[in-house]
Nanobody, 120 residues
Framework: QVQLVESGGGLVQAGGSLRLSCAASGSIFSITTMGWYRQAPGKQRELVAT???????NYGDSVKGRFTISRDSAKRTVYLQMNSLKPEDTAVYYCNSRLTDSYLRPLEVWGQGTLVTVSS
């Protein structure tokens, strides 16, 4: 069984910063990508940022230049540094990973979500 455990959400004022973390654990053979998606009330889940095993990154247009994704491969952990936060960044942030488990099965796994609230 594979799990993603997120931490770091909370309440912050507009213009502030937060750092999210997500650690993968369980029977993992290899990780292809890790990343973050978010879902605001009444809206569809959208891409925030992803990072591949090779270190390539991809960002949603609304966060480019403000958010930075990074990873510690040895710890199977991905981070999301969020700067210059805006009220419209308020959402539940979900960690996501595409990986191969120890039985060599491809899986897509989601975390339970962490709430980020940005006050104006």
């Amino acid at each position: 069984q594979v799990q993603l455990v997120e931490s770091g959400g909370g309440l912050v004022q507009a213009g502030g910063s937060l750092r999210l973390s997500c650690a993968a654990s369980g029977s993992i053979f290899s990780i292809t990508t890790m990343g973050w998606y978010r879902q605001a009330p009444g809206k569809q889940r959208e891409l925030v940022a992803t990072i591949t095993r090779g270190g390539s990154t991809n960002y949603g247009d609304s966060v480019k230049g403000r958010f930075t994704i990074s990873r510690d491969s040895a710890k199977r952990t991905v981070y999301l540094q969020m700067n210059s936060l805006k009220p419209e960044d308020t959402a539940v942030y979900y960690c996501n990973s595409r990986l191969t488990d120890s039985y060599l099965r491809p899986l897509e796994v989601w975390g339970q979500g962490t709430l980020v609230t940005v006050s104006s």
